[in-house]
């Protein structure tokens, strides 16, 4: 072989170890932008990876990430040695782009100069002299990827793959675009329509139960008056009748009543005061030992249980759930109830425990809406509607709410609210 042969032969071999060098780099690169790629959420994500990865993709001069506008090539992103055409549109029928997406083809020009596709006098200004354009999306293209360089070179089959694989990956990341796009639309109409009809049936529950207190009021007020000034008229079974319309109308308004106060809650706006739980609940079971004094209850309250929120609806919930602590245990020789604190799935919560009746879990959903109730009326009083306003309370402070027990075991309720500052 001649010197001049083997100068020739290393040369072609150091070019094509460069290239399956360089082709090694891409396929490194083309796996890591896929990755982030399936995370993007927004278009302007999308553009950054591409107008980086694009490039180094195939080691070129200079890459460019084209989207379609209508009739119009728009090219959105580059990044070159020298400026390319950033922000400029340029009609599908003359630009290579537009070529490439019309004919949905991956392309391939070693010298512009020489191929009538290609509007040279948008090229003249630029460092171009070869380039390689692919679609994204073969089906419909909805924009293409390109790749420049200074120096004559033909774009070898495995770089147009390359940029290809970029394209599709891109093609599917675009798509995943839209479909968050539409969803999250989806479910900011589905809340906003939620909370509209959330509204409507507060203002229908608030004006029903005031419309419904005034015949109410009659109903009782009359059968006060028949019972007083027609009680002769009456035998035994006539006035029991009438004792019992008067307790279903006094019942029904405490249920209104419950109902109002409920509603109230959801629309007086939030405080933000700092809380010592352990103090408010100190309070409210003193309260309680005070209207029975009898009952032996052990209580054992955490000390500092600190929170932010609003201190009057958070004693309103404590006052429910230590209510219900009280009452629950209410059959017990001794009770136990334990305010405290514990780390749970969603942070740290704060308990109410009690050694009481307990209930059935399997039969307890539904156990925060209102009227739901899990033991009989002659066994423990009461209208079901404590838990329905606590966890109004909790929600509104946007925490959460939930229930452990076990029937015949006692019960725990978990409660979470903004940490103390
Ligand atoms: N600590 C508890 N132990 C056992 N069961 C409970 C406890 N707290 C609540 N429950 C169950 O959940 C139901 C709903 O509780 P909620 O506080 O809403 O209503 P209530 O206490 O029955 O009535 P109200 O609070 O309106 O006076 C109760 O009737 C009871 O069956
Ligand atoms: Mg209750």
Not at 363 to 382: I, N, T
């Amino acid at each position: 072989m001649s010197s001049n042969a083997r100068t020739r032969a290393d040369s072609s071999f150091d070019e094509r170890s460069a290239r399956s060098a360089q082709y090694a780099k891409g396929m490194e690169r083309l796996v890591g932008a896929v990755r982030e790629l399936s995370m993007a959420r927004d278009v302007d994500t999308i553009r950054a990876i591409v107008r980086r990865v694009a490039r180094e993709l195939t080691g070129a001069d200079g890459a460019t990430f084209v989207l379609r506008d209508d009739d119009r090539c728009y090219y959105v992103d580059e990044d070159a040695i020298g400026p390319l055409w950033k922000g400029l549109r340029f009609p599908m029928t003359s630009c290579i782009s537009g070529w490439s997406m019309l004919h949905r083809e991956a392309v391939a020009i070693e010298d512009i100069y020489r191929d009538d596709r290609i509007p040279h006098d948008a090229y003249r200004p630029t460092f171009v002299k070869s380039l390689a354009m692919v679609p994204i999306r073969l089906e419909a293209p909805i924009g293409a990827i390109g790749n420049y360089w200074a120096e004559p070179h033909k774009a070898s089959e495995g770089e147009l793959k390359l940029l290809q694989a970029l394209a599709d990956s891109t093609s599917v990341a675009l798509e995943n675009v839209q479909v968050y796009g539409e969803l999250e639309k989806r479910v900011q109409q589905r809340t906003s329509e939620l909370e509209a009809a959330n509204r409507e049936l507060e203002a229908f529950s608030y004006s029903v139960s005031h419309d419904l207190r005034a015949p109410l009021r009659a109903v009782d007020g009359f059968s006060a008056a028949l019972a007083e000034d027609y009680a002769d008229k009456l035998d035994d079974t006539g006035r029991m009748h009438l004792e019992r319309v008067r307790a279903g109308a006094q019942r029904m308004g405490a249920l209104i009543d419950d109902l109002l106060s409920l509603s109230k809650i959801t629309r007086t706006p939030i405080r933000d005061d700092s809380l010592d739980l352990s103090m408010l609940a100190a309070k409210v079971l003193d309260d309680l030992r005070a209207r029975e004094p009898d009952r032996r209850v052990e209580v054992e309250i955490a000390p500092s249980l600190l929170a932010r929120g609003d201190e009057r609806l958070v004693t309103i919930a404590l006052e429910n759930l230590l209510g219900n602590a009280w009452k629950f245990t209410s059959k017990q020789p001794v009770g136990t109830i334990a305010v405290g604190r514990e780390e749970s799935d969603v942070g740290t919560a704060f308990f109410v425990r009690d050694n009481g009746a307990g209930f059935d879990p399997t039969r307890s959903r539904g156990m925060f809406a209102p009227f739901q109730r899990f033991h009989r009326a002659s066994e423990f009083e009461g209208t079901g509607i404590g838990l329905a306003t606590v966890q109004r309370i909790i929600t509104r402070h946007g925490g959460r709410i939930w229930a452990h027990s076990e029937e015949g075991a006692g019960a725990t309720f978990f409660f979470t609210l903004t940490p103390a500052t």
